[in-house]
């Protein structure tokens, strides 16, 4: 399978224009790395009888009643992340940076930190859900990120082990740290998650091209949306129909029904073409 040619044309054209083609990615393009998305039974933690879903854990007020249940699930995710590499996909996004220089822009929910890895720049890619790597104080007594601990053995179901208390606490205050991520019960703001830069880039871009998302989160859907409205071609890459789907049907672009490490590659191919 490849590139149709409609798909190709549409990319050709975004390629010379002068125009800012504007990626976002979710956990789909990090799946081949062997990261899990939250969808089916490797999302979900076990701790004793309890089993939670990640929309349960990933939220301020869980941390806030709960602090020694919500850490040792994010030391687990974070040595997930760390053990991974970035795959063809997250190469390729590198690559078209490169070309593509002050005409690229990445909008990624995925907090594992691979897209910097692969050699993408901070500068041009906005981790709109945070990074892993770090945490901040869960008071916000500061601004600062503090580089996540490096807590090994911490495995599926592991509790809290008191240890780690000091490591995971704000140096300036003292009081709990939390990972540097928005969790569900929160809002995107500039500051930490890039809110208006995304939404400038939707409203800027001649071309969008959506890899590895279901949508469900409200930022990328707007992206979308913004996008769709001012009938900017959109594409989406993804193995299975999802909401962006139906956007990049309506819009001038299409599906490109693959998993994420091809169509990146046909992508990165169509525009340096
Ligand atoms: P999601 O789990 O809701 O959806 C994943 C999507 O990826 C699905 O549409 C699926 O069809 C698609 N997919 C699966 N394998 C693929 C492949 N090989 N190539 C292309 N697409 C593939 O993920 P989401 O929409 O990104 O949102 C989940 C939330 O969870 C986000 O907020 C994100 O921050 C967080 N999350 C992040 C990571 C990570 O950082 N890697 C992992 C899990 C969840
Ligand atoms: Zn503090």
Not at 50 to 70: F, G, K
Not at 82 to 97: F, Q, S, V, Y
């Amino acid at each position: 399978m490849s590139l149709d040619e409609k798909l190709r044309k549409v990319l050709e054209k975004a390629r010379d224009s002068s125009g800012l083609i504007v990626f976002l990615t979710g956990a789909g393009v990090s799946a081949e790395s062997g990261i899990p998305t939250f969808r089916g039974e490797e999302g979900y933690w076990t701790q004793g009888s309890q089993v939670y879903r990640p929309e349960e854990l990933a939220r301020w007020s869980t941390l806030a009643s709960d602090p020694e249940l919500v850490w040792p699930w994010y030391l687990y995710r974070r040595s997930i992340c760390r053990g991974a590499d970035p795959n063809p996909a997250h190469k390729a996004l590198a690559c078209i940076e490169d070309a593509l220089e002050d005409r690229f822009a990445l909008i990624t929910q995925n907090v594992d930190g691979l897209h910097l890895r692969a050699g993408n720049t901070l500068q041009r890619t906005w981790q709109i859900h945070g990074n892993i790597d770090y945490m901040r104080c869960s008071r916000a007594c500061n601004p600062q990120l503090f580089a996540m601990p490096d807590i090994r053995g911490v495995g599926p179901g592991s509790s809290f082990d008191h240890a780690w208390k000091a490591q995971l606490s704000c140096p300036m205050c003292g009081s709990w740290a939390r990972p540097h991520v928005l969790w569900f019960d929160e809002s995107y703001d500039e500051e930490n998650y890039r809110y208006h830069s995304s939404r400038q880039a939707a409203f800027d871009a001649c071309l969008l091209i959506v890899a590895g998302t279901s949508g469900a989160t409200n930022l990328p859907n707007m992206v979308a949306e913004i996008c769709l409205s001012r009938g900017t071609p959109i594409i989406d890459i993804n193995p299975q129909d999802n909401p962006f789907t139906s956007m990049a049907r309506r819009s001038e672009g299409g599906w490109l029904q693959a998993p994420a490490t091809e169509g990146l590659k046909w992508i990165e191919d169509a525009l340096s073409g």
